[in-house]
């Protein structure tokens, strides 16, 4: 077991390769259906992707819209001119022997990413993206002689979006990948669900001592496929290197896998020994050529981003961990809860929808899905405003401001106050009619001690009576004008 | 004139999964150097300043739109191309 001051005089150095899926309805080269949820097993397929002799690719125009808006999210130049190539290779989830992808002239070019990690804020640049198609899927049933191939995913349109090695820490890569996660589910180019595969990590590792001028031999470990994933893979290569290196022994550059049962990185037999891929320039798919003004659309079409989002949230006074569960939220569940809060007059009202937004357990969107109601939107900014300003005047306790919102979710044509009131939410705050309950409660027997205690200057005793007023009025009062009053009835 | 080996040939080979024997590979050692000399000669143009050519017929933004297309063909007449089937699966020899 090496000493932590060992592992601290290493730094690491990582760079990271996502593979995107888009979400559009047909592949990057056939009008096959892109969306193989709830198909059988090669299904949603076409001759094309079968490799079929014959077939011809021609490029989805929609896939080319949506890379475009992925390199605005990416704050990169989008490239004038794109073309694919071939890139050959045997493996059965590939019919036809090659992939087409883009080599030379990537459909994004440089850009970058501004990840906050902590308090600070790590710029992670972009190498390029480029357009590609997916393969297909095998399994390999345990102790059969065969694997099985369904081509349901082979043709799906794919962006590898390739960075550069700015990351020193698992920390930092996975709050890349998380920003990431974001940035491509704000830009609406892909579903997003990490389950499925829609995005997918490799990542390179490489440990030298700090201050050191070159950097180690790095391994790459493949398809990871979750935040987390990504976070204990690299953790785990890191440590390994370093106690190869403290050992004596040499790290072999090396492509590994991820085993999630033992949470280990494991070396992998590589496709193509030399990895030599003989690629040329797809003489089937003509240049991609984008005009000026095709950017410009697209670019006006973008929403706003998690930056801007962050500091448009943080200006009206709400925390960083609050705006970042709204940001998340609203990816996760494909809402618009931050547009909702920014949406809000004042800064109290808009702190209120978004503390009551992000205390809401994500589940209650998840019950309400798997219960077959829609989760819909939130009551809308105008209504919140209605229900912190009945919040406000103190007619709403806290509790039933929350039931009213949930309520209003499924009433959303009703007017908060005249709902609230329909449900017995309303707090009593009219004083006579609160007096004549306070003269009756403090009239009780059973409650002179604690009305003799508080004369006496015990107001602690005063919780006891403000329970009894509450009780009866079923609830309805508001707590601090009970107190308030039955300070001013027994005259201290 | 480039030569290439019978190494380099079995290694292309293997790439792209052919067998050949002991006799084809020496036999296309002689061949493909010929190949390549002949190719060669374009080494003596002189390409200075010039961007690659990547594509002669001059065409752009080949594209469909994004709807699907009914391919008037069945999973199962698909799956019929395979060499061999398992149910809803192409079946391969063992990979991995």
Redesign the interface.
């Given at each position: 077991m090496l000493d932590k001051s060992v592992f601290d005089s290493y730094q690491p150095t990582i760079g990271i390769e996502c593979h995107v899926q888009f979400k559009t309805k047909t592949k990057l080269f056939s009008g096959a259906d892109n969306d193989e949820r709830g198909k059988l097993p090669n299904q949603a397929t076409s001759p094309l992707c079968f490799g079929l002799p014959g077939t011809l690719p021609i490029l989805n125009k929609e896939a080319v819209r949506l890379a475009v808006r992925a390199g605005l999210a990416l704050n990169a130049n989008i490239g004038k001119i794109s073309s694919f190539d071939r890139k050959h290779y045997f493996y059965p989830d590939l019919p036809k022997g090659y992939q087409i992808t883009q080599l030379d002239r990537p459909i994004v070019l440089d850009g970058f990413v501004d990840v906050p990690v902590g308090e600070s804020m790590v710029r992670v640049r972009i190498n390029h993206a480029h357009l590609e198609e997916d393969a297909g899927k095998s399994t390999h049933p345990a102790g059969a002689e065969y694997s099985l191939v369904d081509l349901n995913r082979a043709g799906t349109p794919l962006l590898e979006i390739v960075s550069e090695a700015d990351m020193h820490s698992s920390a930092e890569a996975k709050a890349y990948v998380q920003e990431l996660y974001l940035l491509m589910k704000y830009a609406d180019v892909t579903f997003g669900d990490l389950q499925y595969g829609n995005m997918r990590f490799d990542v390179n590792v490489s440990v030298a001592k700090k201050g050191a001028d070159e950097l180690g031999t790095r391994t790459e470990v493949k398809n990871l496929n979750s935040f987390r994933a990504v976070e204990r893979a690299i953790e785990f290569e890191v440590k390994r290197q370093i106690e190869l290196l403290e050992t004596g022994k040499a790290v072999r550059q090396e492509t590994r896998g991820w085993v999630e049962a033992t949470q280990k990185t494991v070396p992998q037999r590589s496709k193509e020994e030399a990895m030599d891929y003989r690629y040329f320039p797809e003489p089937d798919v003509p240049p991609v050529v984008l005009s000026d003004e095709f950017i410009e659309e697209v670019r006006g079409s973008m929403p706003m981003l998690p930056s801007k989002l962050r500091a448009e949230i943080e200006a009206r006074g709400i925390d960083q961990q609050t705006a970042e569960t709204l940001i998340l939220r609203d990816a996760l569940t494909n809402s618009s809860y931050t547009k909702t809060v920014l949406a809000q007059e004042g800064n109290e009202a808009a702190r209120f929808a978004a503390n009551f937004i992000a205390n809401r357990d994500i589940s209650y969107c998840d019950g309400l899905e798997k219960d077959g109601k829609s989760v819909g939107e939130l009551p809308s900014a105008k209504k919140f405003l209605a229900v912190f300003e009945l919040r406000q005047k103190g007619e709403l306790s806290s509790n039933n401001a929350d039931a009213l919102l949930f309520a209003l979710r499924h009433r959303p044509e009703a007017e908060p106050r005249e709902l609230a009131e329909e449900l017995g939410f309303l707090q009593e705050n009219d004083s006579s009619a609160l007096e004549a309950i306070i003269s009756k409660v403090l009239a009780e027997p059973f409650n002179q001690k604690a009305a003799e205690d508080i004369k006496s200057g015990q107001m602690k005793a005063i919780g006891f009576l403000v329970g009894q007023v509450m009780k009866a009025s079923q609830g309805k009062a508001n707590p601090s004008a009970v107190r308030d009053l039955i300070i001013k009835q027994i005259g201290v | 004139m480039t030569q290439i080996s019978k190494d380099d040939v079995k290694?292309v080979a293997a790439?792209a999964?052919i067998a050949i024997t002991d006799d084809e590979a020496e036999k296309f050692t002689k061949d493909l150097s010929e190949i390549l000399g002949y190719v060669e000669q374009l080494d003596s143009v002189n390409t200075d300043g010039l961007q690659?050519t990547?594509?002669v017929?001059g065409?752009?933004?080949?594209?469909?739109?994004?709807?699907?297309?009914d391919?008037k063909?069945s999973?199962e007449k698909?799956?019929a191309?395979?060499p061999k089937t398992?149910g809803?699966?192409?079946?391969?020899?063992?990979?991995?």
């Open positions: - | 290694y790439l999964k690659p990547y594509q017929n065409l752009i933004n080949i594209t469909r739109d994004d709807q699907i297309i391919y063909t999973r698909l799956l191309n395979a398992n809803e699966f192409v079946e391969v020899p063992k990979v991995l």
